[in-house]
């Protein structure tokens, strides 16, 4: 009985649920982590930088996708900006990609969007 106590105890607490806000907070950091540490190994790097990238984009469509739903409830003009830095990722990956482009304009609009998230009361 004492140790169905304790498992009841220990397991029947709740867990405290993390925010919408906090889970993209989250995945971008993570994200953008991938970035950095991708691009630190340079050319040799590169397949790492190309799953980075493949992560980022994937990020970043979402977030498109998300912010041009009708029921979404930001603002117009945050969504439009959203919308636009999504079309930005797309278009500057493929030129890092090529080798065209650095990956650094991508790193530092995901640290912009977590700056943000950030001031708006998700965790540092």
């Given amino acids: 009985m004492v140790s169905f106590n304790l ?17 993209e907070y989250e995945v971008i950091a993570q994200t953008t982590h991938q970035l950095k540490t991708a691009a630190q190994l340079g050319s040799k790097g590169f397949p790492q930088l190309a799953r980075a990238l493949y992560d980022n984009r994937k990020l970043w469509t979402l977030l498109a996708t998300s912010v041009a739903e009708k029921d979404n409830e930001l603002p117009q003009s945050l969504r439009s900006q959203i919308f636009y830095l999504a079309e930005f990722t797309q278009v500057h990956s493929a030129k890092v990609l090529n080798r065209q482009a650095k990956v650094r304009p991508l790193i530092e609009v995901n640290m912009a969007v977590l700056r943000g998230l950030r001031q708006e009361g998700a965790p540092a």
């Avoid at 498992?7 to 925010?19: I, L």
């Fill in 7 to 23: 498992a009841r105890e220990a397991y029947g607490r709740s867990a405290p649920t993390r925010s919408p806000r906090t889970i």
